[in-house]
């Protein structure tokens, strides 16, 4: 893999012209690289588990479009199929054959599906579900856990992903106080906490949790968490709901829920079941979901909701997806990527603790495990910073913030895990005594 060296001068100008057009210059924050200083690239061109931006430069890529590139990028058959799709056109407003084919294979693959609605975005999934949970309960009140995000709704900027909050208030401006004060939410992996918030507030319509967290960085559930959430919900008359949109596919066919064995009332999804283009989706039992219109009473719609083109390409994924050897091949090959990040950082002397799920993972600067928001906050963000830009001197592209989940793809062959570690000690041994 070669590139020129350059100092960015193309990346750089249209960054200066983008900042005039768009907030921050960009159309979603994190892309801004305000996390780890600089500027940020912009991208050209992909290809299998590369990226390569306006001024040449190609990286090995562990983003992935921040998950949904499963299969590495611009797979043959999936551009293949999207130029066929769009030659018959890209947007009806009206039914189309495609959406049937995608709900059936979500439905075969997901075990708390049997019936499931197609929108737009992660969003769109998670206001939906929670639209559902309370429409249907008849409660209130929401339970979410500190440091997860579900979207920027309303109901759910509240202690999200890395946001600073007083308990009940928003983290963003333009959220009402009256209507975050329905959101409640407690550390995730503390059973005893959200024990006692049930005990305390009798109208919860609902819990809604990322099974393995992405949003503060990669946080697994601590044994016999999630089945704690599933029986307390029970016991409570509230539902269950998994924001499955980063796990659902990346961990196993099945999602989280197919991993843990542990059965949501609601499963949200996106990313994956849309191949790379934007999509999201919410299932659960036929008996749940018939209360959203037009057989029930509780509203939802979208313009673009079953786009041909999002139904293809994810269409195209999910049966490519039934290929078990690919799931060995992302366990095998994200083990031996995180090894090999553990052992250069503590041979450079860097203290680090790496989490991992299937191809989801996170290096978190810092010498104490990652449980939770607490924990994962400890983490030196400034020396992230450093390590961030030291790989990209080296040719790696990684998440522009310590509190998020890399992704590694079907694409990312042994030999790219080995030229990634590599770099990596390079990286390591850079920042030394930097932090």
């Given at each position: 893999?070669?590139?020129p060296?350059?100092d ?9 012209r983008a ?23 912009f991208?050209k061109?992909a ?13 090995i890529?562990?983003v992935?479009?921040?998950g949904?590139?499963?299969?590495g990028?611009?797979?043959?058959e999936i551009?293949d199929g999207?130029?066929?799709v769009?030659?018959?056109?890209t ?14 294979e979500?439905i ?7 019936m499931?609605?197609?929108v737009n975005s992660?969003t ?13 309960t ?9 440091g997860?995000?579900?979207g920027h709704?309303d109901?759910?900027?509240v202690k999200?992903?890395s946001?600073v909050a007083t ?7 333009g959220?009402?106080?009256s209507l ?6 407690v550390p ?7 024990a006692d ?5 009798q109208d919860i319509a609902a819990?809604i949790i ?8 990669c ?19 509230a539902?269950?709901i ?7 596919f990346?961990l196993?066919?099945g999602?989280?829920q ?5 059965m949501?009332?609601?499963t949200?999804l996106g990313k ?6 934007p ?6 039992s ?11 009473p509780?509203?939802q ?23 078990e050897s690919?799931?060995r091949?992302l366990?095998q ?7 090999g990040?553990?052992r250069a950082a ?7 603790i790496t989490n991992?799920?299937?191809?989801m993972w996170t290096?978190f600067f ?21 390590f ?6 080296e040719?790696?592209?990684l998440a ?8 590694v793809?079907?694409a990312?062959?042994e030999?790219?895990i080995?030229?990634?570690i590599a ?8 920042i030394?005594?930097?932090?």
């Open positions: 893999m070669t590139s060296k350059n960015q001068d193309k990346s750089a100008r249209l960054f200066a900042l005039e057009l768009m907030p921050g210059g960009v159309n979603s924050p994190v892309r801004a690289f305000r996390a780890v200083g600089g500027t940020p690239l991208i061109s290809s299998g588990p590369t990226i390569t931006d306006v001024d040449g430069r190609t990286f890529d562990y992935g479009s921040w949904p590139m499963i299969l990028h611009t797979d043959a551009v999207l130029a066929a769009a030659a018959s056109g947007s009806f407003g009206a039914p189309n054959e495609l959406e049937i084919e995608l709900a059936e979500i075969a693959a997901v075990p708390s599906i049997e499931v609605r197609m992660g769109e999934a998670t206001m939906s579900a929670i639209r559902l949970a309370r429409g249907v008849g409660r209130d009140k929401l339970v979410k856990f500190e997860c995000y579900h709704a109901s759910l900027l999200a992903g946001g308990l009940g208030l928003p983290d963003s401006p959220v009402p106080a975050a004060q329905h959101t409640l939410t995730f992996n503390d059973p005893a906490a959200l918030l049930f005990k305390q507030h819990i990322e099974p393995v967290v992405g949003n503060m960085g946080v697994p559930p601590q044994p016999g968490f999630l089945e704690f959430t599933r029986e307390l919900t029970a016991r409570f008359g539902l269950l998994f924001d499955e949109v980063m796990t659902g990346r196993a066919r999602g989280a197919g991993l843990y064995g542990v949501p009332d609601i949200c994956i079941i849309g191949g790379g283009l999509v999201g989706a919410y299932g659960g036929k008996e749940l979901m018939r209360k959203i219109a037009p057989t029930g509780i509203y719609a979208g313009t673009l909701s079953g786009n041909p083109l999002a139904m293809k390409a994810g269409l195209l994924t999910l049966r490519r997806l039934k290929d690919i799931y091949n366990e090959r994200s083990a031996r990527l995180c090894e990040l553990s503590a041979d450079a002397g860097i203290k680090t991992r799920v299937g191809s290096s810092t010498d104490e495990p990652v449980t939770n928001w607490a924990t994962a906050n400890k983490s030196n963000r400034e020396l992230y910073g450093k961030f830009h030291a790989m990209l001197g040719e790696v592209y522009p913030s310590q509190f998020e989940a890399g992704f793809s079907n990312h062959t030999a790219i080995e030229q990634t770099a990596s000690r390079k990286a390591f041994q850079a030394r005594g930097k932090g």
